[in-house]
């Protein structure tokens, strides 16, 4: 037999408190294992995290035969860099010290497009803060402002953090063409290169996925058959966007691969075979 609830003082009467909803004492009645959705997702972007937040810092191992720049460095502007000769292509002006990342005028641009990108926003608002962790099961949160209040209220800047990111984008490209060029070799193929074109190219897709591209390219038109090349780009963004998760989780776990490629390469632990030069 249902129990009918009557209005509760002090309890908002609306939702699942309004009158005449049953009352259900289980905070919830799924049986499914949902937990396991958002704690895999906070898995996954702990260990990028910690991974990515140790290699920063540690300011070693990050520039290998010569010609390969890993992205955790890229571009490579402190005077530290002199401790690796050819790592710095855009000049050494930042101060060497171990809480100041080697690539500290472009990393904190990077995480914060991560932070404010849409994906990333719905993966750790369920995971990490539980808003919600899944369908039928409420958050631990007593009230809910959305956006509208710091600090989320900064998740509007995304689309300036994109801007950014294309520069950055950019920096990466080159460091990639550059690394067939090898100091006293000449022009050389090797691993190594194909690990950073394959990382840049990942990069891209997941960039010009963003819906913040996608708006850019045509969010704000109201007649496309006037622009029609405008139109065409919007589209093949859109179809970009539609796998923008899937790009998301691809690019962080391929920017640790290179990195890691990078550090062992430096280290001696293994060599970089080349197919030229």
């Not at 050819?86 to 932070?115: E, K, N, V, W």
């Not at 994906?119 to 409420?138: E, H, M, N, Q, T």
């Not at 959305?146 to 900064?154: A, K, N, Q, S, Y």
Request: net charge positive; aromatic share 14%; with cysteine.
């Amino acid at each position: 037999m249902t129990t009918v609830a009557g209005p509760r003082r002090g309890v908002d009467q609306r939702g699942v408190d309004a009158p005449g909803r049953a009352t259900v004492g289980a905070r919830t009645l799924r049986t499914d294992r949902w937990w396991l959705p958002p704690a895999t997702t906070t898995i996954g972007l702990l260990v990028f995290l910690v991974y990515g937040g140790v290699r920063a810092f540690q300011q070693q191992y990050f520039f290998a035969d010569e010609r390969y720049l890993t992205p955790f460095y890229s571009p490579c502007v402190s005077h530290g860099c002199a401790s690796e000769p050819g790592s710095s292509h855009f000049g050494m002006f930042l101060p060497d010290h171990p809480l100041i990342p080697y690539a500290a005028l472009t990393l904190p641009f990077l995480l914060l497009f991560r932070l404010t990108c849409y994906y990333y926003r719905k993966a750790y608002y369920r995971s990490v803060v539980l808003a919600p962790a899944a369908c039928a099961v409420p958050e631990p949160h007593a009230s809910y402002h959305g956006e509208t209040r710091f600090p989320l209220v900064l998740q509007n800047a995304h689309r300036y953090f994109f801007y950014l990111t294309l520069v950055v984008s950019l920096v990466n490209t080159y460091d990639a063409i550059r690394a067939f060029w090898h100091p006293t070799d000449g022009f050389v193929v090797g691993v190594g290169n194909l690990v950073l074109l394959g990382n840049v190219t990942l990069l891209w897709l997941y960039t010009l996925s963003c819906h913040s591209c996608r708006h850019v390219m045509g969010g704000r038109l109201k007649h496309f058959s006037r622009h029609p090349v405008r139109y065409a780009l919007w589209t093949r963004i859109s179809a970009l966007n539609t796998r923008h998760s899937r790009f998301a989780w691809i690019t962080l776990g391929s920017l640790i691969l290179t990195d890691l490629y990078v550090m062992l390469v430096a280290r001696g632990a293994i060599t970089d075979l080349r197919f030229l030069g």
